[in-house]
């Protein structure tokens, strides 16, 4: 019985001493979230396995990323999408079609619409990829994630003019990458979950590998894998690749 | 005793003159109301099936469950199959694959960038050869510009879309949408022809394509949102019997555990037409009890009045040995014969005024503005059976029931005091 209360005993002084550990700054975290993930050039062949409630398709692209302003995706299979080119720049994006040979500004509400039927639409590739520069963040708690000790972070937005008001982050505490994340609306609605399901480390940087996208409010959706295939950092792209002219070049 | 009544009332004009003048024209009112509210009903539920609902439609369940928003990620399969085995189960009703869709018209300016974009609704539908489509949709009679699509990549675009979109018969086009798979779609189509359907929801921003062509754009390859049925004998439309068709149907093919089965669908399970329609078989009642219950109220007034006027003429019968019954009977008599001959002049009125309103019709464009419903910009009565009887109901009602409730007054007549009464 004895032996029985020092155990309890030991185990609150635990905890109380757990608890009373300060949480880093969450801003700090972020900060460092973000150095990790974002580089100068990238070039990188992707694939998306998207679900849906009865089909299941494989989406393979190549894109090509400088900075945080540019990026050039070209959709490699299947051979419907083939040819389907979408670049990025600041603010704004188009897409070309081979079929009809127009190029097409993605504006308004297009941007709400699904990429390629996954579930991520245009919106999400239009955000700026620094979160740190759009999001307050404070560190809520500690957690473990998939065997891997994170802090949970809360971000929440500098500026109403936002898609995702708030962000709730698993943050890998060693590799400073985000493990889970769920977006919420201004009203507290959960729009959004991703789950990082493997990383790979290049050039110092922790990546995500696999990573599953889930639109909650998309009720025919089962969710999309994307998987990095390969992933080359400060890569030599050519200033050509970053302009409207690039969609029709084959 | 009929002759001898009629020609009372023909004798004395005051006896029957103004009852018959009331009964007339709440008669012909009647007589107009049924046949105006009969074409309202038939211009509902015709569109309606023309354009969206069918007489009965199958779709997936999950699809039913998104109806109003075409959800083409959840479509039919395999359609050519299954319209073969409903060909072959419902031998009386022929059926016809179709796909609702929504998307951005875009129209490009000099080098290639977008100078008008308009959000349009658009209807696939079959254009082929021995397809009935363009008699069901009418589409030669309103298309009013260019002629119907003879490939898949034409397009019928509505007055409002051409004067948004700024483009003519002949021009380019691309829709932007999404397919089947959710994935964005750009297609470009040729506007072949501007259709006016005359309903002003319509008229705003609808597309109509060849299936064909659709199909292919949205990656729909044997795929429809919609297999619409349609009786080969349109008159044949009966709400039980497409109950009938629509229990028959499921209990085949519909398996509630798998949310892709077909599931059928009636034309009054759709877009709310069960409580309108019920609203407007109703609404006859409602209206022929209100002009019983007016015209009893006046016709009550006169049978008093009539009463004052003929009490001299009651105390003699009464005094002359009459039975006080044979009175009343005989002024209830006197009053249907009224009621019929004003309901029979009453309802050759209302006729009159019906086949007008029948031939031309009443424009209601400017009370359509916001109006979603499927409802011609131009209503018209429609003569039925029932426009034929439906006003002796209340013509030969209201006058009975007001002779009935005024002609009580002779029970209170005193035999004793009559002939002084009558200053005999």
């Known amino acids: ?38 580089a100068e050039n990238r070039i990188m062949t992707s694939r998306m396995i998207v679900r849906s409630r009865r089909s299941k398709r494989e989406i393979t692209a190549k894109t090509w990323i400088r900075g945080m302003d540019q990026a050039f995706t070209e959709y490699l299979s299947p051979a419907r999408e083939q040819g389907t080119k979408m670049f990025k720049e600041k603010d704004r994006m188009w897409i070309y079609s081979p079929s009809t040979d127009r190029i097409i500004q993605i504006a308004g509400h297009m941007l709400r619409q699904s990429v390629m039927g996954s579930d991520l639409s245009y919106e999400d590739m239009m955000e700026d990829p620094v979160l740190s520069n759009q999001y307050t963040a404070i560190t809520l708690s500690v957690d473990t994630l998939r065997e891997r000790p994170c802090w949970i972070l809360e971000l929440t937005a500098k500026t109403e003019d936002i898609a995702y008001y708030k962000r709730k982050l698993w943050v890998d505490q060693e590799r400073m990458i985000a493990l889970r994340e769920e977006r919420f609306a201004k009203g507290g609605t959960l729009l959004k979950e991703t789950d990082v399901f493997s990383v790979f480390q290049i050039e110092g940087r922790w990546y995500p590998k696999e990573i599953l996208y889930k639109d909650v409010l998309n009720q025919n959706s089962e969710g999309t894998r994307f998987i990095i295939e390969s992933l080359e950092l400060n890569a030599d792209i050519p200033d050509w690749r970053f302009t409207k002219a690039a969609l029709r070049r084959s | 005793m009929i002759r001898f009544l009629i020609k009372g009332l023909l004798r004395d004009r005051s006896r029957s003159l103004f009852p018959l003048i009331t009964v007339t024209i709440g008669v012909a009112l009647v007589t107009l109301g049924d046949s105006w509210v009969n074409g309202a009903l ?81 209807l696939a539908v079959d254009l082929s050869e021995g397809s009935k489509e363009i008699e069901r949709l009418d589409l030669n009679k309103i298309l009013v510009q260019g002629h119907l699509p003879q490939a898949p990549d034409e397009i019928l675009l509505s007055p409002g879309l051409m004067e948004n979109l700024q483009v003519d018969v002949g021009d380019e086009v691309t829709l932007i949408s999404s397919s089947m798979y959710g994935s964005i779609v750009i297609h470009n189509f040729t506007v072949s022809g501007k259709i006016h359907f005359g309903i002003v929801a319509l008229d705003r921003n609808m597309m109509i394509a060849p299936l064909e062509g659709i199909r292919y754009a949205l990656n729909m390859e044997d795929a429809a949102g919609e297999v619409l049925g349609y009786f080969k004998d349109p008159d044949q439309y009966d709400k039980n019997l497409t109950a009938s068709i629509k229990e028959r149907f499921n209990r085949m093919y519909y398996n509630p555990e798998d949310e892709f089965s077909p599931y059928m669908l009636t034309l009054r399970d759709q877009n709310f037409l069960n409580d309108i329609l019920l609203l407007y078989e109703n609404v006859m009642g409602i209206f022929i009890f209100i002009f019983v219950l007016f015209m009893f109220i006046v016709l009550w007034n006169a049978g008093l009045m009539n009463g004052i006027r003929r009490y001299g003429e009651m105390g003699l019968r009464l005094a002359i040995g009459e039975s006080a019954n044979h009175i009343y009977i005989t002024s209830i008599a006197e009053s249907v014969l009224i009621g019929l001959c004003g309901s029979f002049i009453g309802i050759l009125i209302g006729l009159g005024f019906a086949w007008y309103l029948q031939k031309y019709g009443v424009d209601i464009t400017s009370m359509m503005d916001s109006n979603s419903l499927y409802m011609s910009n131009v209503i018209r009565a429609r003569i039925s059976d029932s426009t034929f009887y439906i006003g002796f109901i209340p013509g030969v009602l209201a006058t009975a029931l007001g002779a009935i409730v005024s002609g009580r007054g002779i029970y209170k007549r005193k035999t004793a005091q009559l002939f002084k009464e009558l200053e005999v």
């Open chain 2, 42 to 122: 038939v211009d509902i539920v015709d569109n309606n099936a023309r354009l969206e609902t069918g007489h009965v439609k199958v779709v997936t369940r999950a699809y039913k469950e998104q109806m109003s928003s075409a959800p083409n990620d959840l479509a039919l399969l395999d359609t050519r199959t299954l319209i073969d085995d409903l060909e072959k189960e419902f031998t009386d009703m022929e059926w016809t694959p179709r796909i609702r869709f929504g998307g951005l018209l875009d129209v490009a300016g000099e080098n290639d960038v977008t100078v008008r974009q308009v959000r349009g609704a658009g």
């Open chain 1, 1 to 38: 019985m004895k032996k029985h209360h020092i155990f309890i005993a030991t185990g609150i002084i635990f905890l109380t001493a757990l608890q009373a550990a300060p949480l880093p700054d969450g801003m700090d975290i972020l900060k460092r979230v973000d150095e990790n993930i974002t």
